[in-house]
């Protein structure tokens, strides 16, 4: 998944205004007690990024 199709869908789904800083704030154990940005910039891929997103805040399936 190419990056702006990630920051799309997080926009799409928890609004513009709120996609980066959910993004910037919201530790995931599941992300190895990072948040998206770190995820991210550590290496993982954009795909696997959003689905722990869909799992983690029950995002509906057809969004993923």
């Known amino acids: 998944m190419r ?19 959910f993004a910037r704030d919201h530790v995931m154990a599941e992300l190895g007690g990072r948040t998206v940005h770190e995820a991210l ?13 869909c799992t983690v ?3 509906p399936g057809e969004k993923h």
């Open 41 to 53: 910039d550590s290496g993982w891929d954009a795909k696997d990024v959003w689905r722990v997103i």
């Open 3 to 21: 990056l702006t199709v990630f920051w799309q869908r997080m926009a799409d789904h928890f609004g513009s205004g709120y996609a980066d800083t």
């Open 57 to 59: 805040m029950n995002v």
